[in-house]
């Protein structure tokens, strides 16, 4: 078995806005306070904390656990990849981000889009006789264009939307985000026009990136050759674009993930769901991970897994980010648990795990 967190954190933003100091790991009313507190050092915490519990009840595990501490998991996956092409593999994976507990087998995939969309500088004196009925179309302006491409993607958005189904995702959940768009003029490269100042120019150079989720069983080349032929019905529509077609490019920035899905019925989700009802005392809950994790590079190479940890997701990412420490106690004990059943051990009795967790609070 694997047990995968990362250590990378995203930046800490507005430092005055921090109750506490983003890097000071502040305990204070109940809770761990600091960047990467949830997402996800208290997961890594956890997953530490369940293996010096095991080792305290003098457990023999009769099979390899491998704890995995990965780097930049928030900027695509290298360092868990890295992992897998190196053969750190197993029969089955938990990656211990924050889940409240919650048991997930299932997220989706994602990919990072550019379009791009070509024009024709001109001077905007003869602006009227460009946009006007009549005039010569002597110059095109890209970023007109590539707004009615982001009208055709919202469309696309919402009829993905209404018609994809996951029954343990949320309505929805296969949005496509514009996350930045720009133009300008000179041309341009890598999403970036040459020249950004010329604001009397028409902008012959308009780039759109974009973040689009899909379903867990769609195939990646399905959902990409969707989506180009859907902006080549559209530009068929436009005289400019139908003769000068967008540009698209896929996985910019090296972020492609590929979706990850692990039956309910898989022991692992069982002993999960076991582990979890016992620590918190209510029905377990098992459900899609609305984002992406490290899971995806576990799933494309075949390993079963889930995702499970303390603390709650909407605390990622935010200023005064924070852990709860009971819940992080609960994890442990839930992680310990499931690592215990999952593998045939050797133990005198069984009331030696609990005596051994008791021994690391």
Not at 24 to 52: C, H, L, N, P, T
Not at 87 to 107: H, K, M, Q, S, W
Not at 124 to 134: C, E, F, L, P
Request: with cysteine.
């Amino acid at each position: 078995m694997v047990l995968n967190g990362h250590i990378d954190v995203v930046p800490a933003g507005n430092l005055a806005n921090w109750n506490y100091p983003p890097f000071a790991e502040e305990k204070a009313e109940g809770k761990i306070w600091g960047r990467g507190s949830v997402d996800m050092k208290g997961g890594i915490a956890a997953m530490i904390g369940a293996v010096q519990a095991i080792r305290n009840c003098g457990i023999t595990l009769k099979g390899d656990l491998l704890l995995e501490s990965v780097v930049d998991e928030e900027t695509g996956g290298p360092g868990t990849t890295s992992t897998i092409e190196r053969g750190y593999v197993a029969d089955a994976v938990i990656v211990v981000e924050p889940t409240g507990l919650r048991i997930n087998p299932v997220e989706g995939g994602l990919e990072w889009l550019r379009v791009v969309v070509r024009g024709v500088a001109g001077h905007s004196a003869n602006r009227y006789k460009t946009v006007h009925a009549g005039g010569h179309g002597v110059a095109v302006n890209a970023i007109e264009k590539m707004a009615k491409i982001l009208l055709a993607v919202q469309e696309l958005e919402r009829h993905w939307g209404n018609t994809k189904r996951h029954p343990l995702l949320p309505v929805g959940i296969t949005t496509i985000n514009p996350g930045v768009m720009i133009g300008g003029t000179g041309g341009g490269s890598n999403g970036m026009p040459n020249v950004l100042t010329a604001v009397s120019t028409f902008p012959d150079y308009c780039s759109l990136e974009l973040s689009l989720k899909y379903l867990p069983g769609e195939k990646t080349a399905d959902v990409r050759a969707s989506f180009e032929d859907y902006i080549a019905c559209f530009s068929a529509t436009d005289p400019w674009l139908h003769d000068h077609p967008p540009e698209i490019e896929w996985g910019i920035r090296g972020l492609s993930f590929p979706p990850a899905e692990t039956s309910p019925d898989h022991p692992l989700v069982t002993a999960l769901c076991r582990a979890a009802e016992s620590v918190t005392g209510q029905p377990p809950v098992v459900e899609g991970f609305t984002a992406v994790t490290d899971l995806a590079w576990f799933g494309g190479a075949g390993i079963p897994g889930a995702i499970f940890g303390p603390g709650s997701i909407v605390s990622a990412h935010r200023e005064n980010e924070f852990i709860e420490i009971a819940e992080l106690y609960k994890g442990i004990l839930a992680l310990a648990m499931t690592i215990c059943e999952g593998a045939v051990f050797r133990t005198s009795s069984g009331d030696r795990l609990t005596m051994g967790l008791l021994l690391i609070f």
